[in-house]
DNA sequence: ATCTAAACGAGACGGTACGTCGCGTCTTTCC
DNA sequence: GGAAAGACGCGACGTACCGTCTCGTTTAGAT
């Protein structure tokens, strides 16, 4: 897919007066991700892209909601290189292959613009769903497609859902990416994909009699993390 | 005692002008508290907190450098269950039965505070800190006593580090609860915690023999029984 | 025209961007005179005059460096007559009548404003020279014509400064005004212009030898009036 | 003509062992003084003098109903010296006399107190009566001595109020000081003593025929300055 | 060759929250 | 028991950014 879009058809092709200036709408994107790389996009004002885009505020506004989409829509410009698929033979070199790539990525200063999109999201739903349509579920499906590979060829278990294969695969990256503990660096994401693939339980771990399963969630605490 | 609070030295005895007001900062804690139920971290004000504490902006600001520090205050006050610590005698049904009370609590008004928490420090590093020193790590020592006696036991690998081990656990789950993609219920719960602890590796799979690759899988001692 | 307004080059026709809206400004020092007119300029806050005007605070702040100027300009703007210049034929008579109204005025709610206008240039020099400029010369100027008047016809001597002239017949009412001593009526101002034009010296004074004090200050009480 | 410090106690001799509370008292009035001496009254804040006096704010308010009357109390208690009535034999004389040390007092750091005094009082009217009682009127009944000596010598009109003429003859002045424009020098105390004495009105000025007198104050214009 | 609708730059605007400052009061401990 | 230390409620300050709204200016299809 391109970086750009054009949401709008692209097919009625005249309108009355003046077009939407394409010079405006890249030297917005442009420098959006320009202040995304020096600042939080919480600190990046929306008249400062203006100023530095040369273009008035008006014209931001008329085209993107808030100053949050611009963002989403400068990094899916700007980010043209495509979501990595490697293709190795086993799926579990395909995903520590990408788990390295994306950690990579997601630690440079472009990159942690994902953790600034979900944080924006928290407090604006309507943002936080667009960024899954337009950036998560494009990244999940191309894993997915690791995924299946691997369930085809008999290397994964066909009994888990691929859903959970992915969050199991990346979600304690992005959790250290978001909470700052635990490093990133491509030792972890081969553990993470190793203890992954491996689980963590035994193998010659005998579970002991099972005892009458207690009324445990009567007692459940209020427990945190 | 409470994981929280007295970061001012409680021995110190005796300080010479007006002591700090307890009853200003518990009005200050509970109102924020009573506030984050109903609103986002970002919506609810600094002024706000302060009219309905009964209580002035400067006292505030007094003892906090922002209202996010206020919040984390709060939170941690006003959550003073102990973390629970299941002890069912499996490893794997302490952390079911743990990640589902996590869940059912992160997925509550005011556990939803966890994302805000996590979206405020995305852009401000020093609250993140904060939040890692008193909340997470916390959080993180009850959990590993669980995962620990696992260990001992002989049901987990001891190969895997214990923050590998936590971050596939939580992981999952957080990922979610941020993304907003995937469901958070108890058998989603149960699913992730049999996905990590049985691992996504058929048991029966035999990798091909392999080509040029580098040995990263030579070394690991898989003894599938 | 009025004494004041459109400080702005009103010749240049055509700004670029959206113009200043004149609606503000009128709302503003319409709703600044009027408070002023119940409340001290010390007590009428800027936030009060935005409330009142329907007005932003930024906006009073982007075309006014502080409240007092606000009120200097909503003082002139909204004292449209002209500066009272009779013209009886005699300079003394000129001046009796100006000075009456001006005490009567002066004494008034919205005539305060002038003592306010003083004070506050007691700690902001800036302002002051602008009262001096927008507001004390320009009432100069045109009491200056009486005091020329007077000169040519020949009442007024010509070796006496028109500044000390002036200060001579203002001062000792502004003085009252400001210090409270002294009352501030009609029969006063004529007094005063009768004392100024008539000078304190006795005209058939002669300088006697010195000679001893008799108690005449018995049947003079120490009145502060 | 020395007015002022050494507040230091130059008077205390009484090894009495009293309280603290004359210390602080003569260290709250000194440091008063001090911080005037560099910035306005508006400028000087009760923390300040506290502060430099090194006493707690509660005493100063304990005393004192604000810091107004503080400066007022310094100002009284610093200007130890006496009211100047030179006696030269001639009123004029020792009005131009005092004037001009009185000028020249007032332009100095302390002496523009006076003007912040008379600022405070605008919107302060407690103050302002206070400030009449403790400082002006002992002024003027000092100056009163000199109006009466030449109303006694036959140099000065006896039929002027005593008010008025001090008011002449201050009141441009302080008019001066308190609008900043005009000089302040001596040979402009000089001319106003000399002008005030001698009147504005030419010695040789016959006044024509006084017409019926019209109805002036009927459409009488409000009129300013 | 106009006419006219849309998009643009510039930038003023209402709104809302911010974090700070000074006042004068109140509370606690120390001397 | 009076004073220092200093926290407090109050209320105003001036700033910043938001997203909206005119303006007058361009652009380009429609007439």
Redesign the interface.
Known sequence: MGQLQDLEYADEPKKRGRHRSLEAKTAILKATLQLLERE????VTAEAIARRAGVSKATIYKWWPNKSMVALDAYLAGTTERVAVPD???A??DF?EQLKSLTAFYTSTLGRLF??F??????D?AF??S??ERF??AR?DAAKIMWRR?VER?????T??G???L??I???????L?????SLNDS?S???V????????????Q??A??KKTG??AK??????
Chains 1, 2, 3, 4 share one sequence.
């Open positions: 939080s996009l919480r600190k190795t033979g086993s579990e070199e520590t953790c600034q979900i944080a924006e999201g928290q407090s739903p936080l769903a960024f899954r998560l579920y999940r691997g008999g290397e994964i278990r066909s888990i859902d859903d959970v294969v969050d199991m990346y979600g304690p990256i992005i959790f250290r978001l909470a700052g503990h635990g972890e081969e553990a993470i190793e203890a992954v693939f491996g689980g963590l339980r035994r193998s010659d771990y579970k002991p099972k005892k445990h969630s459940r605490p209020k427990a945190h993390l």
